[in-house]
């Protein structure tokens, strides 16, 4: 299971730790902060970025591909096909097959289902 959300890491890290708790970044394989939806599931080549909090936008080095996430990362920006790729990897399937729950029918929904996979 993954998280996309818009929100930034910090608003994000506040919202999940109360709601779900310290280890909220254990109930997901993946998750992308600032993730800028719609462009999420519509540019492939969205950069994907390392968590680095001295930085003043917390942006630490680029991921360049799916073999750069490890399950429980949570990430800054990034695409639908590292997602796609990351799954594959982890389930060794082709085609994998995806429900996505949102909250905003426009970016959540319509978007992602133009991904194609």
Known sequence: MFLATNSHIEYADLIMTQTLGEDWRNLFDLSFVNAQKPVFFSKPNQSCYSIDPTSENQKGS????????????????????????????????????????????????ESSASCKG
């Open 62 to 109: 680029i991921l360049a591909d799916s073999e750069s996430l490890k399950r429980g990362d949570v990430v800054i920006e990034g695409n639908f096909k590292l997602v796609e790729g990351f799954f594959a990897s982890e389930l060794k399937k082709e085609n994998i097959r995806f429900a996505f729950f949102g909250d905003h029918y426009l970016t959540d929904v």
